[in-house]
Each structure stands twice: as structure tokens, then as C-alpha cells.
């Protein structure tokens, strides 16, 4: 327990504190979109309850909770109709009599068959379309988690995850970058209630940029007045993420789950709930009703933002909007499939995506019979 308190300090105290600096903002983003369909329909709220391998996303610690054999994750999702593609695999492992977890994550998303149009105009001025080629933007990261049980008991299940990110960016021929981070996190059970903290990029994340352009390429850049990148920088702030959730039992073999999380950034105002100069708050609000662990009900809301109001002429009217969500999910013995529905912008200017994602077990010949 003296180990959980000074990792709580840590956490509350330390982390503010260095965040106080000055980063980029929206660095490495895609690494907020999310992972699993149980999630992105939960509005996010996962800090708590995430307990499979999808935990090694949402909260290291969790994947303490996956027992006696590996569990495996998997999900694919189309974005800004199918221009946007987002793929995302994941595994855990107990070991050590489930005292111990070791979990993988594989994370890419890319735009693919993106028009490079530096040759399309020849020197004489005419257009040539045959020197259109194209190329991917495409963006991996590869996290490898470790988390660890300080307590298990009835009453009280206490665990603690670090994890490990190495992350690969790529723009064509033209630039690429390599990047590392830290992330730890813990998660803490009772009989009815859960809680869970996350340091994201605790040690801030880095990108290292590199650019490659011929001198062709250089000479058409400078022609129209584009600038040269050079090698750069950048650094990804780190966030606090808190989260709890409650059980609340309907009979027999029914279940309610709901979870809360706050997402706390530090690096300067964001068009959040709360807005100040040095911390800005994004909550996160997700409810899963289960019957008989067999079929699941999903919703959540998150990214509550201040916009402009549809029809107002005058663009000084401003309303709170928001990304609702929703899913379901359905188990078979080992196997969880999982679909959510979430808007990627607000009510009046829907971009509704489906996402289904799988989940199971991976287990021998004796635990299937």
C-alpha cells in the first residue's frame, strides 16, 4: 500500500507540474482516437474498467485483469467516409500465476493515395497530369505494456502498468519521424466501485523529424515561395486522465456500469468544458448495461465544445455541442464482438462512422472441453 500512495503522489503532484511547459499542441493525436468498439461507443470512459487487452490502450494496470490465458483484440475502422483508415491489434498475457501481465498494441493510422502535384505544372506552364503520383501519410505506434498486482482480494483489487511507446511517422519519400514515451498507470477494484489514474506521456513523448527531398523537388518548393523543411522537434505534453465508475446490480443477471472520466491537459486553453491557461479539462461519460454477461448495451458522451450556432448571421452566438456514441456487444464463450456508432463531429454536421471490433480468449484444448 506505501508503494500505491507514493505512485498517487506522483501522479496528483509531480505530473502538473511539468506540464507547465511549452509543448505542441495536438502532437501525435492520433494516439486519442481510441482502440476497441467497447470504448469509442462508452464515450472513452475507460480508465476504470478497462480489463482485457484493450487495457494496454486505455489503462495498463488493467491487464491484470485477464486470467489464466491470452486475450486477444482487434478493430478496423473507416473514417471521413473510408478517406481516413485507423486499424488497431492488441494482446495480453498473464504470467506469473495472474499476478503479473505483459500486453502489446499496435496502433496505424493512415491516408492513403494522397496526390503529389509538385510536377504538375511543366516549365513551359502547361499542366501535365501524368506527373501525378501519390503517396501515404501513415502514422504507427507500437506499445508494450507491463502491469503488475499490489493487491487481490475480495473487497479490494489493486494493480499498477507502465507502458513503453515507440512510435513511427511517415509522409511518402518526403519525411519521417521516430518518436518514444512513457506511459503508467493504476487501476484499483472494490466489490461495486472502480477507480483508475493515467499519466499519458508522462515523461513528455518526442518526435524526431527527418526530411528527404530531391533537388528537383527543393527548386519547385523555393519556385512557389514553400518552404524547405529542416530536421525538427517536437514534444508531446503529458496528460493526466482520472476516471471512477459504479456497478449498479437489476436483479438477476443484470448489470449497470457507469464510468466518468476527467481529461486533464497541460498545455495551454483547449475548447473544453473548463479552459484555463495552464490546465484544461475534458470529461468523458460512458454506461454499459449488461444482461446475463451475454449482450450489452453502450453510450457515451464526450467532447463537449463551444461552437458557433447554425443560422446565426451575426457569428456571435455560441452553444455547447458534443460527440454522443453508442454500441452493443455480444458474447459466445471466449468470444466478444463488439460494434459501436459514434459521430466524429457534432449534431448538426453528423459524420457518423460504424466500428466493429473483436475480442477473445486464446485458450487450449482442455478449457474449450
Known amino acids: 500500500m506505501k508503494f500505491c500512495h507514493k505512485v498517487l503522489l506522483f501522479f496528483l503532484f509531480f505530473l502538473p507540474l511539468i506540464g507547465f511547459s511549452q509543448f505542441r499542441k495536438y502532437a501525435n493525436e492520433f494516439l486519442n482516437i481510441g482502440a476497441g468498439a467497447r470504448g469509442l461507443a462508452m464515450g472513452g470512459a475507460q480508465i476504470a474498467s478497462a480489463k482485457d487487452a484493450t487495457a494496454g490502450y486505455w489503462n495498463p494496470a488493467g491487464l491484470t485483469s485477464t486470467r489464466d490465458y491470452p486475450n486477444m483484440g482487434i478493430m478496423h475502422a473507416d473514417y471521413f467516409g473510408g478517406i481516413a483508415k485507423y486499424d488497431y491489434i492488441s494482446g495480453a498475457i498473464p504470467i506469473q500465476e495472474n499476478k503479473r501481465a505483459l500486453g502489446f498494441s499496435i496502433l496505424r493510422f493512415a491516408v492513403d493515395d494522397i496526390p503529389n502535384t509538385l510536377f504538375l505544372v511543366e516549365p513551359d506552364g502547361s499542366i501535365n497530369y501524368g506527373n501525378i503520383q501519390t503517396f501515404s501519410s501513415a502514422d504507427y505506434a507500437f506499445l508494450f505494456s507491463f502491469a503488475q498486482k499490489f493487491e487481490d482480494t475480495e473487497k479490494l483489487k489493486i494493480s499498477f502498468g507502465l ?28 466489490e461495486k466501485w472502480h477507480a483508475g489514474i493515467v499519466a499519458r506521456d508522462v515523461t513528455t513523448t518526442f518526435n524526431a523529424w527527418s526530411f528527404t527531398f530531391t533537388e528537383k523537388e527543393k527548386e519547385v518548393l523555393y519556385l512557389t515561395k514553400n518552404d524547405i523543411p529542416v530536421k525538427s522537434t517536437e514534444l508531446t505534453a503529458p496528460r493526466l486522465i482520472i476516471g471512477g465508475g459504479y456497478d449498479f446490480k437489476f436483479g438477476k443477471g443484470v448489470n449497470l456500469m457507469l464510468e466518468a472520466n476527467l481529461d486533464l491537459t497541460f498545455d495551454g486553453k483547449r475548447n473544453t468544458v473548463f479552459s484555463g491557461n495552464t490546465i484544461s479539462v475534458d470529461p468523458h461519460i460512458g454506461l454499459e448495461a449488461s444482461i446475463q454477461n451475454v449482450f450489452f448495451i453502450r453510450a457515451g458522451v464526450t467532447n463537449f465544445q463551444k461552437a ?22 455480444f458474447k459466445i464463450k471466449n468470444i466478444m464482438l463488439d460494434y459501436a456508432f459514434t459521430n466524429l463531429a457534432n449534431q448538426s454536421n453528423p459524420l457518423y462512422t460504424h466500428i466493429f471490433s473483436l475480442r477473445f480468449n486464446i485458450v487450449g484444448k482442455k478449457e474449450v472441453e
Open 308 to 329: 458557433l450556432q447554425d443560422g446565426d448571421t451575426t457569428n456571435l452566438k455560441k452553444v455547447w455541442i458534443y460527440q454522443p456514441s453508442a454500441g452493443a456487444g
Open 163 to 190: 507502458n513503453t511507446k515507440i512510435i513511427y511517422r511517415k509522409v511518402g519519400k518526403f519525411a519521417s519521424a521516430w518518436g518514444f514515451g512513457l506511459d503508467a498507470g493504476l487501476q484499483l477494484h472494490g
